[in-house]
């Protein structure tokens, strides 16, 4: 139901306002080699971030109700290890004190063991339906609430202006599709569609032979289900799918009325050997 507040009992907000969601991996979310899929884990940060404003009444339809929405602007996930199906995730995330327009939130997970499977850095902001514009992050801090200041850690997001600079050499060209499930609760095209896209521009013999090991993504403009996207894949050279641990660029642009090309999204993924991501650490 939406608006719906009782807890659930998979998830739940602690005293210090970190709040842990526990996941049982379903078939659907491993691939053909029964590894967590990519999507699998970027959909768990959003979800346990969701949930979690969600119970401090900030969630997509409370914010709706104030012409408000939730954007996220960048994301930079480590993996560690890929989960097996049908493995327990046990997913940890807060916010940390917000700055100007930015809304900075942690995820982590890792198996019931204890044994961490990715970190994931995220970039937040609230933004008026209204003007189209952010709005300042203080505005929510307050409801939000953010752990002990000791407590937070540090949302590390470097710059990637070498990555990108040295990643001259196109290796793939893609047009994806915009299907009707690719749109989300603000009628955007969804976050998770680019990084399926990412995946699919790529020859089903390198996903077979590798996963990725960083994900690095930032949403530029917002992209809706009538735009004609392309994708541009770039890498130091010609031999990146075969080296063992391989870098790429993404860059994906909307065709405009005009004919001109508005840059909307980029990323930069790394990639290790699919047995390396295996390994228990």
């Known amino acids: 139901m939406m608006g719906k507040t009782e807890p659930m009992s998979n998830f739940e907000i602690l005293e210090n306002n970190k709040a842990v969601l526990h996941y049982n991996l379903t078939s659907n979310d491993v691939d053909g080699y029964s590894q967590t899929r990519i999507h699998t884990y970027e959909n768990l940060v959003q979800e346990a971030a969701g949930l979690h404003a969600h119970y401090r009444q900030l969630g997509i339809y409370d914010l709706q109700k104030e012409n408000k929405t939730w954007v996220i602007a960048r994301s930079r996930m480590e993996i ?52 189209g514009r952010p709005l300042r992050a203080a505005q929510i801090a307050d409801r939000l609430k953010t752990p002990p200041k000791e407590e937070q850690g540090e949302s590390r997001l470097p710059s990637l202006v070498d ?18 499930l690719d749109t989300d609760l603000n009628k955007h095209v969804n976050n998770l569609s680019y990084i399926t896209w990412c995946l699919e521009a790529l020859p089903n013999d390198f996903r077979d032979a590798y996963k990725p090991s960083l994900v690095d993504v930032r949403w530029i403009r917002q992209c809706y289900r009538h735009d004609n996207l392309s994708v541009v894949v770039r890498a130091e050279d010609g031999n990146e799918l075969t080296k063992d641990e391989p870098g790429l660029w993404y860059d994906f642009f909307r065709t405009e009325e005009s004919g001109a090309q508005t840059k909307v999204f980029e990323a930069w993924m790394k990639w290790k050997k699919r047995e390396d991501m295996l390994l228990r650490k």
């Open 80 to 131: 560690y290890r890929y989960g097996m199906w049908p493995e327990e995730i046990k997913v940890m995330t807060w916010p940390l004190d917000s700055t100007g327009f930015n809304c900075p939130r942690h995820v982590e997970a890792a198996e019931e063991n204890g044994e961490k499977l990715f970190s994931c850095e995220t970039k937040w902001a609230i933004i008026d339906f209204t003007t």
């Open 163 to 180: 990555e990108e600079k040295n990643a001259q050499c196109i290796i793939s060209r893609y047009i994806p599709h915009i299907h009707y």
